[in-house]
């Protein structure tokens, strides 16, 4: 029984890897040289009041020709680290402000 499950091992294909995370958000800085700041609102429930709240999370991301304005609603997608804190791109906007 034991040789039966690691021959099942062995014979297994290997792992495909997840889709890339996306996220929707405001740009709130366009400040930078192809990048932007933005701001991704998100629910949380307090642990003792059981309230809902709005958090807000900021993502530095990678805007190749600086198309995006501050008040854009854009998706941004996770990506290969590009710099110290970027590791996002911008893949469309939604919304022109």
Not at 17 to 43: C, E, H, L
Not at 52 to 66: C, E, I, L
């Amino acid at each position: 029984m034991v040789e039966a499950s690691a021959d099942a091992r062995q014979t297994a294909a290997p792992v495909a890897k997840g889709r890339r995370m996306t996220k929707i958000g405001r740009v709130v800085s366009d400040k930078m040289d192809k990048t932007v700041v933005v701001a991704v609102d998100y629910q949380r429930r307090h642990p003792i009041y059981h309230k809902s709240m709005t958090r807000t999370s900021r993502f530095k991301a990678h805007d190749a020709n600086n198309e995006c304005k501050v008040g854009d609603v854009v998706r941004i997608e996770e990506s290969r680290p590009i710099s110290k804190d970027k590791h996002w791109v911008v893949r469309e906007i939604l919304e022109r402000a």
